[in-house]
């Protein structure tokens, strides 16, 4: 049996850019995911920031009606008063992410990548020039796209996500908010420590949900989502119907693991730890550095370069600052001083720098 040129663990944002980029530059590439639909049980609000859009081809020609254009945000204290942040060449779009996922995977597929669901990875052994994946098949290059639990890091003894954020979000399909140009994020330490709640107008209805600091049990959660949702039902009533559906999961928040490779393998996206300890946005990360890993890839295998994990993984981003920022933000009593100082300029054009990438 011939091997593939690189088998890919993960349908996802990081797989699929990362599928189809090694695709297009003439691999033969197979994408093996455990569920099957890639669209089906995600755990993400979905959120794309402006950039991806310029920078990934992946998301060249994304349908209008898979995307919705977010200008704004509206920041409450702990005490809901509020500010309106905007700039002027900065935008977000939340997704309907479900299709925006299946659309990936069929365009992974038409760049000729081999998609093959309800295929899980359930390990691996070295051989001299690649892998045996066990029950797919031989491969010359292994990518580990398989999200913060990852079993290719797992198998490999790669680095493993341990530090982490825990998200839950509620769906209500057909649901209109007040003032829909806004992303409406909530601070309070005492219902999502170390990180925020959100309100948006997402393409399907409204998307409500909060993350916060895990240490070790997530059994905390649920009934911190009961409290903000009846903390912000004033404003926005229809929280307090019946979600049509619940997102949940990990989102890693300590930095790039190390080590993310080793010879002829290498992580990506959140397998990678590559989310950014202050927003825990990682779906731009994993985009771009899932096409990056393709192309790198790709020019390994095609003989024009060295085997490029210990390079490309090089250029993986650090988050310095974004660490220590998260450090702080994990043990400052910080509600008080939202209270008071949420309309200052300085407050303004910290979370302006946060929203809008330091822009
Ligand atoms: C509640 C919540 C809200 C979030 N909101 C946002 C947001 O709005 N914006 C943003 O930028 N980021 C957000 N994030 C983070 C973002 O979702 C992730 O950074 C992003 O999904 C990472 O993509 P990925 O492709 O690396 O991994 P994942 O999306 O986790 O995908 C991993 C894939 O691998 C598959 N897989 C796993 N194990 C195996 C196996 N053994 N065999 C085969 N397949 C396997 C999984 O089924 C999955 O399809 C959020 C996270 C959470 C939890």
Redesign the pocket.
């Known amino acids: 049996m011939s091997a593939t040129d690189c088998i890919v663990?993960?349908?996802?944002?990081?797989?699929?850019a990362c599928a189809h980029s090694a695709a297009a530059r003439g691999l033969d590439v197979v994408v093996?995911?455990?569920?099957s639909d890639?669209g089906a049980?995600?755990?993400?609000?979905?959120?794309?920031?402006k950039d991806v859009l310029d920078s990934v081809a992946l998301l060249d020609d994304v349908p209008s009606q898979l995307i919705r254009k977010i200008s704004g945000v509206r920041l409450y204290a702990p005490n809901m008063r509020s500010v309106d942040l905007h700039h002027p060449d900065y935008y977000f779009l939340a997704t309907d992410t479900p299709n925006l996922i299946r659309w990936l995977a069929e365009k992974a597929a038409s760049s000729g990548a081999r998609v093959q669901l309800a295929?899980?990875?359930?390990g691996v052994s070295r051989q001299q020039s690649g892998f045996d994946v066990h029950g797919i098949g031989q491969t010359r290059y292994l990518i580990g796209?398989?999200?913060?639990?990852?079993?290719?890091a797992k198998a490999l003894q790669l680095g493993t996500v341990r530090d982490t954020l825990?998200?839950?979000?509620h769906e209500y399909d057909g649901v209109e908010i007040n003032d829909p140009g806004f992303l409406h994020c909530f601070i309070d330490r005492k219902l999502a420590p170390g990180y925020i709640g959100w309100v948006l107008q997402g393409v399907k209805g409204a998307q409500v949900?909060l993350?916060r600091r895990v240490r070790t049990s997530t059994s905390d959660v649920r009934p911190a989502m009961s409290a903000f949702l009846t903390k912000i039902s004033t404003l926005f009533p229809a929280v307090l119907s019946t979600p049509s559906s619940i997102?949940?999961?990990?989102?890693?928040c300590g930095g790039v693991v190390r080590p993310a490779c080793a010879d002829r393998t290498i992580l990506?996206?959140?397998?990678a730890g590559?989310?950014s300890p202050v927003?825990?946005?990682?779906?731009?990360?994993?985009l771009q550095h899932?096409q990056a890993v393709g192309h790198a890839v790709a020019d390994f295998l095609t003989g024009r370069s060295g085997d490029p994990a210990a390079t490309i993984s090089a250029t993986y981003p650090r988050y310095r600052t974004k660490r220590l920022l998260r450090r702080l933000y994990d043990v400052m009593p910080y509600d008080l001083a939202f209270n008071l100082l949420l309309r200052t300029t300085v407050v303004r054009d910290a979370a302006s720098v946060v929203y809008f990438h330091a822009r």
Do not use: Q, Y
């Open positions: 663990v993960g349908a996802s944002f990081a797989g699929l093996v995911e455990k569920k890639p049980k995600l755990h993400t609000t979905g959120i794309i920031v295929r899980t990875f359930t796209a398989d999200g913060p639990s990852s079993n290719v825990f998200g839950i979000e949900g993350a997102r949940a999961g990990h989102i890693p990506v996206g959140d397998a590559m989310v927003t825990a946005g990682g779906i731009h990360t994993a899932g």
